[in-house]
């Protein structure tokens, strides 16, 4: 039997989302911008009235969902199980405003962040779906 040689072209190594937004570093600064345009914009003052005055948890949880969601570690699924982030917002009334306010945010904070722009496309349609999906008050999706 003849030994197959090694191949001599290469892969092109996929570079995952978490990578191109600067690993958790990045990311970090991703949602402390995020949080930043939460406490300035007057679009965003109801759903910022939804969260404590002391931000620090919340951030870090945010943090490590993000990390977890761009490809990168899955500590967030490692310390607060299956993300159910329908669930974990129920308590809180959402609609097309407070997705919309939301959105604002993080579409300021990833421009804050000179995230490339196809991929501040990409992850802006992606938030969409998700905080759409959200949504918990008439008219439903
Ligand atoms: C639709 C508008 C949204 C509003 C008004 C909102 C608001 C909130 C609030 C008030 C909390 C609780 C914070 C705390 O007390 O610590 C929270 C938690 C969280 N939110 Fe949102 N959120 C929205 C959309 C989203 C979206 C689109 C994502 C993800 C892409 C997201 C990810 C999270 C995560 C990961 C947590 C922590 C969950 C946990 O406890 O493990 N949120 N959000």
Redesign the pocket.
């Known amino acids: 039997m003849t030994a197959t040689p090694p191949s001599t072209t290469t892969a092109p190594a996929r570079v995952s989302h978490f990578e191109r937004m600067g690993g958790e570093a990045g990311v970090v600064a991703l949602v402390q911008a995020f949080y930043g345009h939460m406490d300035a914009r007057a679009d965003a003052r109801g759903?910022r009235a939804?969260?404590?005055l002391d931000l620090s948890?919340?951030k870090s949880?945010?943090v490590l969902?993000l990390c977890e969601?761009l490809g990168g570690p899955q500590t967030y699924t490692v310390q607060?199980g299956h993300?159910r982030?329908r669930m974990?917002?129920g308590g809180?009334a959402?609609g097309e405003a407070?997705?919309d306010a939301?959105l604002a945010c993080m579409d300021a904070a990833l421009a804050d962040r000179s995230v490339e722009a196809t991929l501040h496309a990409e992850l802006m349609a992606a938030?969409f779906k998700?905080?759409d999906w959200?949504r918990n008050t008439a008219p439903h999706p």
């Open positions: 759903i939804m969260h404590g948890s919340t949880v945010l969902y969601w607060r993300p982030l974990r917002h809180f959402l407070e997705r939301w938030f998700t905080a959200m």
